[in-house]
């Protein structure tokens, strides 16, 4: 089970940091990542982690911007988001997968509620 947290409504140019926490499983056995879904739009990658935390991968237009850590030992995985636009508003959802082409390509075994962000211009 996957549950995230850190979501809420701040200006452009801020930066917020989402936590999603995972409560089964061996934490450090899986890749793990975010997506995001806006308004009429189709959910979306926004980067991943592979299961040490050593290798990130980020969609272009987050990329410098969004960075993604994880804690093996307290089973969390984070994405710190600083230079805040409107256009990054969207639900984000946590996600992860033993197997990192499915995680990518949004096909993961395990997803989390969602968190809503919203950025004021």
């Known amino acids: 089970q996957l549950v995230e947290s850190g979501g809420g409504l701040v200006q452009a140019g801020d930066s917020l940091r989402l936590s999603c926490t995972a409560s089964?499983?061996?934490?450090?056995?899986?890749?793990m990542g975010w997506f995001r879904q806006a308004p009429g739009k189709e959910r979306e990658f926004v980067g991943a982690?592979?299961?040490?935390?050593?290798?990130?991968y980020y969609e272009a237009s987050v990329k410098g911007r969004f960075f993604i850590a994880r804690d093996n030992v307290k089973n969390m995985v984070y994405l710190q988001m600083n230079n805040l636009k409107p256009e990054d508003t969207a639900i984000y959802y946590c996600?992860?997968?033993?197997?990192?082409?499915?995680?990518?390509?949004?096909?993961?075994?395990?997803w989390g509620q969602g968190t809503q962000v919203t950025i004021s211009s």
């Open positions: 982690t592979d299961w040490s935390g050593t290798n990130d």
């Open positions: 089964t499983g061996t934490f450090s056995d899986y890749n």
């Open positions: 996600t992860g997968s033993d197997n990192w082409g499915r995680l990518v390509a949004g096909a993961s075994e395990y």
